[in-house]
Nanobody, 115 residues
Framework: VQLQASGGGLVQAGGSLRLSCAASGSIFGIVALGWSRQAPGKQRELVASITNSGVTNYADSVKGRFTISSVRTKNTVTLQMNSLKPEDTAVYYC??????????WGKGTEVTVSS
């Protein structure tokens, strides 16, 4: 399974970015997709997730600003990030969870928000 993320970059505070991730390879029984992030010196944290039935979950810090969506037929997941803040600066990782409980991670894409 390979996960390829794109869309990171440098943006000013208040701006927007859209992250995309495409999963390929031997993927069976995806039950959830999502994004996590890791800021310098901090632990990786969940940002948002979406189940195969469309149920979404967001970290409190991003609620109302970020939106996760997926196109299951294409095994893609997207994170629309609006009203970005400097504290959103991190490396963002996409992931998928399959029926057997396996988690697969992408390599990450860097997001930098300047003040």
């Amino acid at each position: 399974v390979q996960l390829q993320a794109s869309g990171g970059g440098l943006v000013q505070a208040g701006g927007s970015l859209r992250l995309s991730c495409a999963a390929s390879g031997s993927i069976f029984g995806i039950v959830a997709l999502g994004w996590s992030r890791q800021a310098p010196g901090k632990q990786r944290e969940l940002v948002a997730s979406i189940t195969n039935s469309g149920v979404t979950n967001y970290a409190d810090s991003v609620k109302g600003r970020f939106t996760i969506s997926s196109v299951r037929t294409k095994n893609t997941v997207t994170l629309q990030m609006n009203s970005l803040k400097p504290e959103d600066t991190a490396v963002y990782y996409c992931w998928v969870t399959t029926e057997n409980g396996s988690n697969h991670w992408g390599k990450g894409t860097e997001v930098t928000v300047s003040s």
